[in-house]
Each structure stands twice: as C-alpha cells, then as structure tokens.
T-cell receptor
Framework: DGGITQSPKYLFRKEGQNVTLSCEQNLNHDAMYWYRQDPGQGLRLIYYSQIVNDFQKGDIAEGYSVSREKKESFPLTVTSAQKNPTAFYLC??????????????FGDGTRLSIL | AQKITQTQPGMFVQEKEAVTLDCTYDTSDQSYGLFWYKQPSSGEMIFLIYQGSYDEQNATEGRYSLNFQKARKSANLVISASQLGDSAMYFCAMREAYNQGGKLIFGQGTELSVKP
C-alpha cells in the first residue's frame, strides 16, 4: 500500500547528541514536510521541501537540519543545538498537481525524548 | 499574518448525536483552502474534509460536513451521528493558495470525547 513511513516510533536522545528521524514515502509526492507537535498543541512547521535537492525553513527551523537527496526520503536531524527536543514529530507529503486541494498525508510520527 | 483559531479545547457529545467543532481563520488572501484533520490517541493525522474559498457549496464527506461562512471567516466541522471512534483531537488548518510550498497553518485543536 502507498503511504508514509516514519521510523523509529520512539527515540531517545542524550545530551549533546544528534539524532536523525527517518521519513520515506511511496506516494510519488513532490512535496514533503516536517512538523513538531508539543503536548496539547497544534503542529508547527520545521522544514519543507518542494523538490529534490531543495528545501526551505519553516517557522521553527533552529536546531534542526534536513536533506532531500531522493524524492522518496526526507530525513530530519535534531541537532544538539535544539535545547528542547522532546516532542512528537510528524512527517507529511503532498502531491503538487491539480487545483490545490490536495491534502497533506501524514506518517504515524516519532516520539522523541531526552534521556 | 494568517492564523487559525479553535476556541474549544474540549467538547463532549453523546453517541449518535451531532456535534459542531468551531474554527475561525484570518487571512488577507482571496484564494485559500481549509482542511480538517483527526488525530486519534495513537498520533497519526487523518485527513477528513477540504473546503476551497471559492467553493459555493459546503463540503461534505460521509458523516462530516463543513459549515463554511466566508464573510465571518469561519469553517466549522459538523460530525453527524457521533460514534465512540470519533473520540480524538481535531485540527483545523489553512493553506493560502499562493503560499510557497503548500504550507499548512494549524489551529490548537479541539479534543472531542464521545460518551456512550
């Protein structure tokens, strides 16, 4: 089945450590997104990419980095510069054809905690 | 700046009754889209329904309908015949048609609890 796969489901980070969250999609979507969700809050955009080898910062990009070397993959690295990384991270993708009503499709998320 | 407001942190509804979840938005663009998503306790975001700013009729998808009042900038979600499985967080989101990358702006969400 087509969809978005995020791994791992749970991740723990030590102080000063970088960790990478995986996001893979087989929907042939051009656009991909990373969101952060804190408890009881809505989603906030970290980074997004409209095409391979190109990406833009969202509203809360500080302390995060991404790459988009393949259409299917959009990994997110939470760097040691992100002082409060504990959150739920959601990856999404979206097709870019048509009239603009395509929804974003989401993965199941990764819960990141600090040890 | 564009903004989405969901003023109901939590709502209760009796099983089989209808419930309305409120969403107001703020944008200076004439062309935009409004989305509703459901987030069960497991965490995944499930797309429910879409309304375009130029759509003349309110969107409907099964038990979900959208009460779109453009002049009031509101896009309330109506769930008819509530089921226990409808208990979840519900998020309203907006995408301006010309924003780069199709970014969505989300509201804070409403937690819906369906009582048997």
């Amino acid at each position: 089945d087509g969809g978005i796969t995020q791994s791992p489901k749970y991740l723990f980070r030590k102080e000063g450590q970088n960790v990478t969250l995986s996001c893979e999609q087989n929907l042939n979507h051009d656009a991909m997104y990373w969101y952060r969700q804190d408890p009881g809050q809505g989603l906030r955009l970290i980074y997004y990419s409209q095409i391979v080898n190109d990406f833009q910062k969202g509203d809360i990009a500080e302390g995060y980095s991404v790459s988009r070397e393949k259409k299917e993959s959009f990994p997110l690295t939470v760097t040691s510069a992100q002082k409060n990384p504990t959150a739920f991270y959601l990856c999404a993708s979206r097709g870019t054809g048509g009239i603009g009503n395509q929804p974003q499709h989401f993965g199941d998320g990764t819960r990141l905690s600090i040890l | 700046a564009q903004k989405i407001t969901q003023t109901q942190p939590g709502m209760f509804v009796q099983e089989k009754e209808a419930v309305t979840l409120d969403c107001t938005y703020d944008t200076s663009d004439q062309s935009y889209g409004l989305f509703w998503y459901k987030q069960p306790s497991s965490g995944e975001m499930i797309f429910l329904i879409y309304q375009g700013s130029y759509d003349e009729q309110n969107a409907t998808e099964g038990r979900y309908s959208l009460n779109f009042q453009k002049a009031r900038k509101s896009a309330n979600l109506v769930i008819s015949a509530s089921q226990l499985g409808d208990s979840a967080m519900y998020f309203c989101a907006m995408r301006e048609a010309y924003n780069q990358g199709g970014k969505l702006i989300f509201g804070q969400g409403t937690e819906l609890s369906v009582k048997p």
